[in-house]
């Protein structure tokens, strides 16, 4: 459980925060050996000033008097209440993130030059891009340096290297930071050593330096180019490595999970069943605590492969790193409909015929249970609704991320159609998230205002949360919403994300 500070608290700890400055907005962070009054306290807008600038001192006073506020101001809410998000569209349709227009191009490149994977570049042109990256990349190792960007006619080019191959991003607007940019590729490579194992391709290398990766890869090349999409519109689950999960009971979690382990084979080592790429139930061994990134790698696979979306069975071997990184785990993945995927692995390659069984007891015990099948459904239609499934008119959106779990609560959207409006929206999301660990020092609150909106990160212990307000609102009002948004999300903790899951 989160940590929910009282009144007092709150009102001692606004005597000890620190402001700053940024040139973009304000930073609100811990000083934890701060013993000096609020009146005290320096401003850095490149170089130091004192708060006894009455103008200053007025703006400090305005932050205190929000932040106290947002304890005593008490806002009506409806746990059920729903609204649409059209005017909120509407709004966010007029914004222009600096990431929106972000242009890259991401490359992975063998240590002989040639181009094993692009994400947008012309046929013909791709085999210079990569030889020429690869030829001033391995100068620098002849150096013994290592290269990590460099500007070329007003573009940045970043790199890393993984060895034996060189990932590499071409960026047309220098836009996002070199971190961002080195978490991308990362991102990439995550993906590819989940279809090909780290030791196959160094091995493969080693014999034959100017071996064809890209031959080797052959169709699965559709993983990478999801993967891409995915940064490139900055999907909000693949920025933060989080598990997006659906919202939804949790006594239907809990029963759902009693399924899957009443039909449970000798063979199994994870189930789970998603509903538009976002998990409703899974059950786990006692022995292993799946990693969150295994799961994002295992999601994305099974999402966005159009072929597994028919009725058809289907047995993907891939590699989850943090189970095992030098073998490969098998999923059997089969889609009960157009967004149900009920997905089931095993470490054993031969374990289909015995996961098709368990697959089968599944739908008989659903097509028994009626009325949970018909939820199913009922959960698949609202998944696809342009709809926040709480009250806030405040807010325009928001965003939970839960530290503990490593899980995402994004209400609203499906990453299935990126819309323009979407793409925006998670361009604010990045850039707010690329600040946030950009901070120095542990941060309570960074605001920033661009109008038409304000854009607030508020971190705790056990959550991250981000938020996206009307700059006309008050901001007492949006304070204190958020704080209501707060503890709506540690009421609805179970039924937002799950939890914990069945062991066997």
């Not at 890209?214 to 999801?226: D, I």
């Not at 979690?253 to 000798?266: F, H, I, N, V, Y």
């Not at 994305?300 to 159009?306: C, E, G, I, L, R």
């Not at 959207?413 to 707010?432: G, N, W």
Request: overall charge negative.
């Amino acid at each position: 459980m989160s940590y929910m500070p009282s009144d007092d608290e709150v009102n001692t700890d606004v005597q000890s925060l620190q402001l700053q400055a940024t040139g973009r907005g304000l930073v609100l962070s811990h000083n934890a050996h701060a013993t000096s009054q609020v009146s005290d306290i320096d401003v850095e807008c490149g170089t130091v000033a004192s708060l006894k600038d009455p103008v200053l001192q007025r703006g400090v006073e305005d932050i205190e008097y929000m932040l106290t506020k947002s304890i005593h101001c008490d806002l009506f809410l409806e746990d059920d209440c729903q609204f649409s998000t059209g005017s909120h569209l509407k709004l966010l349709s007029q914004i222009e993130p600096p990431f929106a227009d972000a242009e890259r191009t991401h490359f992975i490149i063998s240590p002989a030059g040639k181009p094993i994977f692009e994400s947008h570049s012309e046929e013909e042109s791709r085999y210079v891009i990569s030889g020429a990256l690869q030829a001033i990349v391995s100068s620098f190792d002849c150096w013994n340096e290592e290269l990590h960007s460099f500007t070329s006619n007003e573009q940045r080019i970043t790199v890393m290297k993984r060895d034996p191959l060189f990932f590499v991003c071409i960026e047309t607007k220098a836009r996002l930071s070199q971190r961002m940019i080195t978490h991308e590729l990362s991102f990439l490579y995550s993906h590819l050593s989940s279809i090909l194992l780290a030791k196959s391709i160094e091995h493969a290398f080693t014999q034959r330096p100017g071996y064809d990766l890209q031959r080797a890869l052959g169709n699965a090349t559709v993983f990478l180019s999801a993967a891409a999409e995915d940064v490139h519109c900055f999907d909000p689950s693949s920025i933060l490595t989080a598990v997006p999960c659906l919202p939804v009971p949790h006594s239907f979690r809990e029963r759902l999970a009693a399924l899957l382990l009443k039909t449970k084979s000798d063979e199994l080592l994870f189930a789970m069943i998603a509903i538009n790429g976002k998990i409703i139930s899974a059950i786990r061994p006692k022995s292993y605590a799946w990693h969150p990134a295994d799961v994002c790698l295992l999601l994305s696979a099974v999402y966005h492969t159009t072929a597994f979306k028919d009725s058809a069975e289907h047995w993907l071997p891939i590699c989850l790193p943090h189970f095992c990184k030098t073998g490969y785990a098998y999923a059997y993945v089969h889609y009960l409909d157009d967004s149900i995927s009920l997905v089931l692995t095993s470490t054993d390659p031969t374990a289909f015929f015995e996961l098709q069984q368990m697959k089968m007891k599944m739908l008989k015990e659903l097509n028994l249970e009626k009325e949970i099948y018909q939820k199913l459904h009922e959960y698949e239609s609202l998944s696809s609704s342009l709809t926040c499934h709480v009250g806030f008119p405040v807010i325009l959106h928001f965003a939970v991320y839960s530290k503990e779990l490593s899980q995402l609560y994004f209400p609203g959207y499906v990453c299935e159609h990126v819309t323009q409006e979407a793409r925006r929206l998670y361009a604010i999301y990045a850039e707010l998230y690329d600040r946030s660990m950009d901070q120095q020092q542990p941060f309570l609150l960074l605001m920033d205002e661009t109008t038409p909106i304000i854009k607030i990160t508020w971190s705790t212990a056990t959550m991250q949360f981000f938020c996206i307000a009307n700059s006309i609102s008050d901001r007492g009002l949006i304070f204190a919403t958020m704080r209501r948004i707060y503890k709506w999300v540690k009421l609805k903790k179970k039924d937002i994300f799950l939890v914990e899951s069945p062991t066997f």
